[in-house]
């Protein structure tokens, strides 16, 4: 089970993300996720991690651990709200505080390679190693709204509602595009959406790098990309097109609240009840997640 979902990580706490899943209130399951062959989920109402295979058989419960989860091969780091950003292995052991972050200031990091991106609701943005050395302030900017991904010697974000890019080093601060929802960055693009002047969120885009050879690729709200395909849900259909935008084909339209991961064959999602499910592609073969 190899090319997995690259999840939206970044997706900030209480903001519903693609490469995460927020519930509604009343859900015991949230942050449906893929790693390494295991699916993983947050019991809302236990506070715990638990995992399980594909085919839902070896059930564990990994550690009593929070909802907002970055993988790193056999590595989780996660926001520890007594301790700032923390991490676990992925078999429940070797828990470390890496940084102190009060929950007030948190909103949301990254991982890439040996460092951690995270940002603060006052507008700085730094980076620490995973072993908790080197903190390192990179950037102040006006509004940090929560939204940063990192790839290659790049980091993407979101100041404001605009979407400007600046080297890992903090120099090279570039303006990319105005009223934007960052979803991902993969094999040389950028994809997003637009915010109107009402607040909406609609549509999706790509770009390269550098803002160049913008595109509409679809009418509807990002879901997820998997493999080399892109999902999204409009007018309560769940549909998968090229990651051009081409060929685009309705899949299912069962009542789904927040898409999680789309995993292989499989799509695991909260419904509107906030309950967890899996299904396959179609629809078909639905069972719950507990």
Excluded at 201 to 228: C, Q, V, W
Aim: net charge negative; glycine share 10%; hydrophobic share 35%.
């Amino acid at each position: 089970m190899k090319n997995s979902l690259r999840l939206l990580i970044i997706i900030i706490l209480g903001i519903a993300l693609l490469t995460g899943c927020e519930a509604p209130n009343s859900t015991t399951v949230s942050r449906i996720m893929e790693n390494d062959g295991w699916i993983y989920y947050t019991n809302i109402k236990e506070e715990a991690l638990y995992k399980m295979k594909p085919d839902m058989t070896e059930k564990a419960k990994v550690a009593d651990i929070g909802d907002y989860l970055v993988f790193q091969g056999d590595t989780i780091y996660f926001f520890d709200r007594e301790s700032g950003i923390s991490k676990i292995g992925t078999d429940g052991t070797g828990y470390a505080k890496v940084v102190d972050v009060s929950e007030e200031n948190m909103f949301g990091f990254y991982v890439s390679g040996d460092w951690i991106y995270y940002g603060l609701k006052t507008g700085s943005i730094y980076k620490i190693k995973t072993d908790g050395m080197e903190k390192t302030k990179i950037a102040d900017i006006s509004s940090f709204y929560g939204a940063m991904i990192v790839s290659g010697d790049w980091i993407y974000y979101k100041d404001g509602i605009n979407l400007y890019k600046m080297g890992t080093e903090g120099t090279e601060t570039a303006k990319l595009a105005d009223n934007v929802d960052l979803f991902d960055v993969k094999d040389d693009w950028i994809y997003y959406g637009e915010i109107t002047e009402k607040g909406e969120h609609k549509n999706i885009y790509r770009m390269k790098p550098d803002g160049t050879e913008k595109s509409k690729l679809a009418d509807g709200d990002f879901t997820a990309i998997n493999r080399s395909r892109l999902y999204y849900l409009k007018e309560g259909w769940l549909y998968r097109a090229n990651l051009d935008g081409s060929a685009a084909e309705k899949i299912n339209n069962e009542n789904m609240f927040n898409i999680c991961v789309i995993y292989d064959d499989y799509i695991y999602y909260i419904e509107y009840s906030g309950a967890g499910y899996r299904s396959n592609l179609d629809g078909s073969n639905k069972t719950r997640i507990e």
